[in-house]
């Protein structure tokens, strides 16, 4: 089956960093989302990318859907509290008419009083 | 924006009862909805697809006699744990989307815990 790796797994950072993790696939996605999830929440979507090559960016953060379409990249910048969080790429797969969501392993982003 | 809602937001029930979770999109329709299982520090795994009108597609290995999914309207669904065991305990999470290709909406979660 479909399986998206994140990295990395976890990142422990200082307030005002920049912050960058990616997510890799093993198959061709024609779809990423970028969704973070608080602790006992659900997961809110960032950011959706549609085209290979897209940058889509939503107020600090960006967004990038990979030349290969086999890999995203998502970009923090000047971090604050309120990142906190895990931060999970998805899409569903290339298949045509497939609407499942596959989702990657996650990013766990922890900021440093 | 899309506003998706669950309920209840946890529940604490004993093992070899049964317990129903609600998936109500607010603001808009949804054709489709699906429900995901996220055991602690873990990802979402998807658990079943369901449709309006129509019985629900089950992912390998979610027993679809345990896990019963009603899609009675379009803006509700509901997820109902039979015989729950410990097992069983971890956060539900649905979603819903307008139409195929849409963008799904999750909601808030539920906490099962089973005793």
């Known amino acids: 089956g479909q399986q998206l790796n994140q990295s990395p797994q976890s990142m422990f950072i200082q307030e005002g960093e920049d912050v960058s993790m990616n997510c890799t696939s093993s198959?061709?996605?024609?779809?990423w989302l970028w969704y973070k999830q608080d602790p006992g929440e659900g997961p809110v979507l960032l950011i959706a990318l549609y085209k290979a090559g897209e940058l889509t960016s939503n107020g600090r953060l960006t967004a990038q859907f990979g030349i290969t379409r086999k890999d995203s990249f998502l970009n923090i910048s000047a971090s604050i509290p309120s990142d906190v969080g895990i931060y999970f790429c998805a899409g569903p797969p290339s298949n045509f008419g497939n609407e499942k969501l596959t989702f990657g392993t996650g990013t766990r982003l922890t900021i440093i009083p | 924006g899309a506003v998706v809602s669950q309920h209840p937001s946890w529940v604490i029930c004993k093992s070899g009862t049964s317990v129903k979770i609600e998936c109500r999109s607010l603001?808009?329709?949804?054709?489709?909805m699906f429900w995901y299982r996220q055991f602690p520090k873990q990802s979402l795994m998807l658990m079943a697809t369901?449709?309006?009108?129509?019985?629900?597609?089950?992912e390998q290995g979610v027993e679809k006699d345990k896990f019963l999914i009603n899609h009675a309207s379009l803006t509700l669904s509901t997820l109902t744990v039979t015989s729950a065991h410990p097992e069983d305990s971890s956060f539900y999470i649905c979603s819903a989307r307008r139409d195929v290709g849409a963008v799904q909406y999750f909601g808030p979660g539920t906490r099962l815990t089973v005793l």
């Open positions: 198959s061709i996605f024609n779809t």
């Open positions: 369901s449709n309006e009108g129509s019985k629900a597609t089950y």
């Open positions: 603001d808009f329709q949804a054709t489709t």
